[in-house]
Structure formats: structure tokens, C-alpha cells
């Protein structure tokens, strides 16, 4: 499952890489009221919601492939960075993560199993809570 930034592309972005120097091509970047004219608000406003209604569904989606019930519960271990060479590198390694950094605490991730299994109705005693691996 391949995924960048969408946000920016909902609202025209190409990909022009010239955000920092306020000449963004599109007017997605910039102040230039002459560049800012590219933009149609009700064209990319209704991309920009359509993306961000389906933004969850896919992380659910993401969560569910790694074998997870919520987004929160995946970390870097599962998943890989693809390089320009088609090449798969573990993105925990790639970035330096140390095990644990990205994950809520153990009390917080039951929670969320509890929740995401039906279980919402029925209060969890603090004593209760299971291990989570």
C-alpha cells in the first residue's frame, strides 16, 4: 500500500518542490495573489474533502493488512520505505527508532483493543487489563 502526503495533492500540489521559496507553481504555497489565482477553492475543496473522509477508512485498512484492530497499533516494524531501486528498507531502521518510541502505553493500547472489539459498552477495571503484544 503506497501512500505520500495526499493532503497537498487534494488541493492542487505538484510536486514542484519550490514551497520554501513562496513561487509554488500552482498557488497551493505561496502569497503571490498573481500565482494564487491557480487555485478554483470549489474544485479543491471538494477534492481536499474527499480525501480526508477516506484518510481514516485507509488507515484502518493499513492497520487491518499489518494485522492490527487500529492505526495506533501499528509501528515502524511494520512497515518498509520503497527506494528508487524498488527496494524494500524497514523503516524503523531507516529512520533510527528505538523499540517502543511510536507506541501508546500498554494500559492505552488495551484500551483501544477493548474499544475496537466491540467492547465499548463494558467499562475495563483498571487490574484487567490484558498484555498486548
Known amino acids: 500500500m503506497a501512500r505520500r502526503g495526499r493532503l497537498p495533492f487534494g488541493v492542487g500540489c505538484i510536486q514542484a518542490q519550490r514551497c520554501h521559496t513562496g513561487r509554488c507553481p500552482t498557488g497551493v504555497a505561496t502569497q503571490s495573489r498573481w500565482l494564487m489565482r491557480g487555485l478554483d477553492p470549489a474544485l479543491k475543496s471538494t477534492r481536499l474533502a474527499n480525501d480526508v473522509i477516506t484518510l ?54 488495551a484500551e483501544i483493543v477493548r474499544l475496537m472489539s466491540g467492547g465499548a459498552d463494558r467499562p475495563m477495571a483498571p487490574d484487567t487489563v490484558p498484555a498486548v503484544a
Open 56 to 109: 481514516p477508512k485507509e488507515l484502518m485498512d493499513l492497520a487491518h493488512r499489518c494485522g492490527k484492530v487500529h492505526p495506533a497499533q501499528v509501528t515502524l516494524d511494520h512497515l518498509e520505505i520503497i527506494d528508487d531501486r524498488f527496494r524494500g528498507r524497514p523503516a524503523a531502521l531507516l529512520f533510527g527508532y528505538e523499540p517502543g518510541w511510536e507506541l501508546p502505553s500498554e494500559v492505552d493500547r
